[in-house]
């Protein structure tokens, strides 16, 4: 049995470095989505639909059901897969990111969505600015210092495209959600500013999946309790057989 780790946007597979540390499982696998930290693959257009049937094909290649673990757009990823290619998927574990036809895109993602002020947002998108807008979430200094030097040229190409492709993600994505059958479990920091708590809770609800809140932490729970989400998601597995 694997279990796949899915990253979002914007980081690489190394988002979850912390987490498998504390594991007790040595079956992982961490996944780097075309275009973040790797070269995409030609003709690849980075669009939700792309990376959705790509993350389906690199589980095919596990030749098994997966334990599929995704954070942020990873999250997304993940519940599309589950609900699309549930013979792929033994259990599924995702957070600050959940697929709902009510909710609204948050401010930043506006701006990569619109032609032009996309562009100039990636332009101003250094380092030095990631730092300050991890940081400020609770981030400590040398993971937020770790995380923003690996935001790269590639990468800035291939958010623009996906968070265009997704203007309408919830309708287009939403209803399949309904369907999913495999064991889930939600989870998110309660202080999350791009999702907050009663968009995951919907998800739980609508998926019947179980739910795990970590308190005063922000979006980026991989990075901030790493021990603790290793310990739910074990607790979680583990009631699975």
Do not use: C
């Not at 259990?91 to 930043?108: L, S």
């Not at 981030?139 to 990468?155: G, H, L, P, W, Y």
């Not at 998110?188 to 999946?209: L, Q, S, V």
């Amino acid at each position: 049995m694997t279990a796949v780790f899915v990253h979002g946007v914007p980081d690489t597979n190394h988002l979850w470095d912390d987490v498998l540390s504390h594991l007790s499982r040595k079956d992982t696998v961490a996944v780097s989505l075309p275009g973040f930290g790797v070269d995409a693959p030609d003709g690849f257009g980075s669009t939700m639909g792309e990376y959705a049937d790509w993350l389906a094909g690199e589980i095919e290649k596990v030749g098994e059901p997966v334990d599929l673990v995704g954070h942020d757009w990873g999250a997304l990823l993940s519940e599309r897969v589950v609900s699309q290619r549930p013979d792929l998927i033994r259990t599924w574990a995702a957070g600050g990111g959940a697929i709902d036809e009510k909710y609204e895109w948050h401010a930043a993602a506006k701006m990569w969505q619109t032609p032009g002020v996309g562009e100039q947002f990636m332009e101003g998108m250094t380092a030095d600015a990631m730092v300050a807008a991890l940081t400020g979430e609770g981030v400590a200094d040398d993971k937020a210092r770790a995380s923003s030097e690996r935001i790269d040229d590639r990468m800035k190409a291939a958010i623009l495209p996906l968070y265009r492709s997704a203007v309408n993600i919830g309708d287009e994505w939403g209803p399949a959600m309904d369907g999913v059958s495999r064991p889930g479990l939600v989870i998110w920091g309660a202080n999350d500013p791009y999702m907050a708590t009663d968009i995951h809770e919907r998800m739980a609800a609508r998926t019947k999946a179980k739910t795990f809140k970590h308190k005063d932490t922000s979006h980026w729970w991989p990075v901030q309790r790493p021990k603790e989400t290793a310990e739910a998601l074990e607790a979680f597995w583990g009631e699975q057989g």
